[in-house]
């Protein structure tokens, strides 16, 4: 093989889109067993209806994934998979699961993957999904290992030697988490690309919309199921707290809504280049370069904070110490400090005849 495969890795959550509805509903659907009444295809096109009008996907998705099916169809792009935090539930045992009514089994990750393959107009679209293997108490953000890209390529050519200088990987949560950790093969650094998180509040009555868009289209009608009644209202209302948080964490992180079109036009030229020097493995190592400094500064303000808390310790006690002595007090303490240090000296002298 003269030059590595070409291939796209995309995380989900904050990167391709803000998913949260789709796990509350996902949970409703699972809990309450009315996602066994429910018809695949019927309710996974109402969620993708909802989620373009709703932007549940970062702006330009669909053009950004349109363009990446184009170039694989051009021979330009080999691969696409997504490697996401998200637990694929389908594999957990005793979990709640949505088990539609044809028997199909999902999961939120699944049901991702086939609206990738809608927006990009391909039912082959993604390669390969890699999800969070699941572990009890395994925590994303301090255990769980680094996202090993060379995993990746491995699942796709089994008998190559890994090269990831033509993969690119982008996550929203580049800056943070992979930089602390070291990267799992250790040659994956420039295939990480950040992307800014994107975050999206919905309508305060969203949740209803799509789920009401949902039941209806499958002629059901929670009338006759009151535990589902009380259980949707649980979890709508959760999803309503989640959703206020979210409109906060939106305000903090302004959307671009035009980086996908510039993102599309630059991994074009990227995977269509030989060499490395262009605008992608730049502003890889653009973003590091600017990465790297917050992360010694987060260190630096911990170590200061330490300092600072170390130093008000020793000055509180030393006030005290000083409100309490008088002069003679203090000669006292000083004659005791002196005996104290000959004692030690005395102490080590002996030690050293041993
Ligand atoms: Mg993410």
Redesign the pocket.
């Known amino acids: 093989m003269d030059s590595a495969p070409n291939i796209l890795i995309m995380?989900?959550?904050?990167?391709t889109g803000s998913y949260y509805v789709l796990f509350f509903i996902y949970d409703f659907l699972a809990k309450s067993g009315i996602g066994n009444e429910l018809d695949s295809l019927i309710t996974i096109n109402q969620f993708y209806k909802y989620f373009k009008e709703f932007n549940v996907f970062r702006p330009n998705l669909e053009y950004f994934l349109k363009t990446m099916n184009q170039m694989k169809t051009d021979g330009i792009l080999d691969k696409v998979c997504i490697y996401?935090?998200q637990l694929d539930v389908r594999y957990i045992d005793n979990y709640s699961k949505w088990i539609a009514s044809d028997g199909k089994v999902w999961s939120p990750p699944e049901i991702l993957r086939i609206m990738y393959n809608k927006l990009a107009h391909n039912k082959k679209f993604i390669d390969g999904m890699f999800t969070r293997p699941f572990m009890p108490s395994n925590n994303v953000y301090n255990n769980y290992p680094v996202k090993d890209l060379a995993k990746a390529f491995r699942h796709f050519y089994p008998n190559q030697p890994v090269r990831l200088d033509k993969t690119i990987f982008i996550?929203?949560?580049y800056q943070e988490h992979y930089i602390i950790n070291t990267s799992n093969s250790g040659t994956d650094k420039l295939s990480r690309y950040p992307?800014p998180?994107y975050y999206k509040s919905l309508p305060e009555n969203a949740f209803d919309i799509i789920l009401n868009a949902i039941l209806k289209r499958n002629n059901i009608s929670l009338e006759k199921y009151p535990d589902a009644v009380k259980l949707r209202q649980k979890i709508q209302q959760e999803w309503s707290e989640k959703n206020k948080e979210i409109k906060q964490l939106e305000l903090d992180n302004p959307i671009k809504s035009d980086l996908l079109n510039t993102l599309a036009k630059d991994f074009k030229q990227f995977y269509l280049s030989k060499g490395l020097t262009n605008n992608i493995t730049k502003n890889i190592k653009n973003a590091r370069a600017k990465a790297e400094p917050n992360v010694n500064q987060r260190i630096r303000e911990k170590r200061l904070r330490n300092s600072i808390t170390k130093s008000i310790t020793k000055r509180n006690r030393g006030e005290q110490e000083q409100n309490k002595t008088n002069k003679g007090e203090q000669r006292e303490k000083r004659e005791q400090r002196e005996q104290r240090e000959r004692n030690q000296i005395k102490r080590r002298t002996t030690k050293r005849r041993y």
């Open positions: 995380d989900n959550d904050e990167t996401t935090n996550d929203d949560r992307m998180p």
